[in-house]
């Protein structure tokens, strides 16, 4: 059985075009999706707490200790 994927974190490099939903040098989650992985967007879990695509290079993952990870999470 196959593991889907999780939540992952990413940091935001450039907001230009989205400065209302985006902070730059800010975390937030990227949501598995594989479509829009595949045309350089990630799901976005941005300022207004829905879910949209963004440009994947406005982003650069990051990886935290498990206890900062899911602090960050919860929040």
Do not use: H, Q, W
């Not at 939903?21 to 479509?35: F, G, T």
């Amino acid at each position: 059985m196959a593991k889907t994927p999780s939540k992952r974190l990413v940091v935001c490099l450039d907001n230009e075009g989205y400065a209302a939903s985006l902070e730059r040098r800010k975390i937030y989650i990227a949501l598995p999706d594989p479509d829009a992985d595949k045309n350089g967007l990630l799901r976005i879990i941005d300022e207004s707490g829905e879910d949209y695509l963004y440009p994947k290079a406005s982003f650069s993952p990051i990886t935290l200790p498990p206890p900062l990870k899911k602090a960050v999470l919860a929040a």
